[in-house]
């Protein structure tokens, strides 16, 4: 089974990305559906304070990029918010593919605890953010009907006595809040 991590991205790693997801998806297709995701990236490769960034949701047993992730960090650091994730083209079937839904829902799995592990301290702090795993809170939003589901569920399972860490809804958001 493989295990994905968070890594920062470099211009090798992404161009090497857009490579493998243009071989997927097709010369027209990732023009008309990745190219200005990848024009992005180019740009928000590098954490600055209050601006979103990309991190490289990747698998080092395939040697393959998942997803891609929009993260925040606030000014002070005191909050890490996922705001996006591009799953890589091979998941586009999976509303019709009950086996790649099943990766999809792996896929944002990962994601979830390489966010939630890196602002509670249980991962390389150089990830997200400068350095710190001080974080007070972390969100992640629920875009989709189907993310936000996923969210509640964590929410409904969550163990704060383990964790030390509260777990809450708000609105579309699950907000994962040090206990003070």
């Keep these: 089974m493989s295990h994905r991590e968070l890594r920062k991205f470099t211009a090798e790693s992404l161009a090497a990305t857009a490579d493998d997801w243009k071989s997927i998806a097709g010369e027209d297709e990732?023009?008309?559906?990745?190219?200005?995701?990848?024009?992005?990236?180019?740009?928000?490769?590098?954490?600055?304070?209050?601006?979103?960034?990309?991190?490289?949701?990747?698998?080092?047993?395939?040697?393959?990029?998942?997803a891609i992730l929009e993260i925040v960090r606030t000014k002070r650091g005191v909050m890490t918010k996922l705001l996006k994730l591009y799953p890589s083209p091979e998941f586009w079937?999976?509303?019709s593919d009950p086996v790649q839904r099943d990766?999809?829902?792996?896929?944002?799995?990962?994601?979830?605890?390489?966010?939630?592990?890196?602002?509670?301290?249980?991962?390389?702090?150089?990830?997200?953010?400068?350095?710190?795993?001080?974080?007070?809170?972390?969100?992640?939003f629920g875009r989709t009907n189907a993310m936000y589901e996923l969210l509640r569920s964590v929410v409904l399972f969550w163990?704060?006595?383990?964790?030390?860490?509260?777990?809450?809804?708000?609105?579309?958001?699950?907000a994962l809040s040090r206990r003070k």
Aim: with cysteine; net charge negative.
């Design 103 to 140: 990766a999809l829902g792996r896929l944002y799995g990962d994601a979830f605890v390489s966010v939630i592990g890196d602002g509670i301290g249980l991962t390389d702090p150089s990830v997200i953010g400068s350095g710190t795993t001080e974080v007070d809170e972390i969100k992640i």
């Design 30 to 66: 990732f023009q008309a559906e990745l190219s200005t995701l990848f024009e992005w990236c180019e740009d928000h490769l590098e954490h600055r304070d209050g601006d979103a960034f990309a991190l490289d949701l990747y698998d080092p047993d395939t040697n393959h990029t998942g």
């Design 93 to 95: 079937n999976a509303d």
């Design 159 to 174: 163990s704060s006595s383990h964790t030390g860490w509260d777990a809450k809804m708000e609105g579309r958001w699950l």
